[in-house]
């Protein structure tokens, strides 16, 4: 299944990727064979220890690069700011508060609660995608709380 990063997503995870191989890969192989050294290997905690975070490092690398293959990357050229969707920047109306909050609808990998970019899988995303400026989203989160949020202006900001 693809799943869908901007060019600066795509970058970070390329980059990552880029470090855990060739810096943090042979710092674990260098640290196996420092614990090998020491001798016995049925009771060295050092030896299972640095194997364990060899596997986790391998793990890790394996799920970045299926990831980076199979990532479509996002044509910001080609959105709509006519209505919410990824990658749009959201003013909204809080109607029980009358507070104003913005948001950035980013794929899954990107988002950062403290940047104000949300995932699109969010509950609150889901319930934003489509609307258009005028429209009330009334939004059920998972804890059974209701929102409702008048959408002010939809931007794309980079």
């Not at 990552?16 to 020491?38: F, G, M, N, S, Y």
């Not at 640095?50 to 199979?70: C, F, N, P, T």
């Not at 809080?94 to 699109?120: H, M, R, Y």
Request: glycine share 6%; no cysteine; aromatic share 2%.
């Amino acid at each position: 299944m693809a799943s869908y990063v901007t060019k600066e997503g795509l970058e970070k995870m390329k980059a990552e990727l880029e470090q855990l191989e060739t810096v943090e890969r042979p710092k674990i192989t260098q640290q196996i064979a420092e614990a090998r050294d020491k001798g016995d290997l049925s009771e060295n905690a050092e030896y299972d220890a640095a194997k364990e975070a060899q596997g986790m490092l391998e793990m890790r690398i394996s799920k970045l690069k299926d990831v980076v293959v199979s990532s479509k990357v996002i044509d910001e050229s080609q959105l709509d700011t006519s209505k919410v969707s990824i990658l749009t920047t959201v003013k909204l109306k809080n109607n029980a508060t009358n507070q104003e909050q913005v948001f950035k609808l980013v794929p899954d990998n990107e988002s950062d609660l403290k940047t104000g970019k949300i995932s699109v899988n969010t509950p609150i995303a889901k319930g934003l995608l489509g609307k258009v400026i005028g429209d009330t989203a009334d939004i059920t989160l998972p804890n059974g709380n209701k929102l409702s949020f008048e959408v002010l202006d939809i931007t794309l900001d980079n």
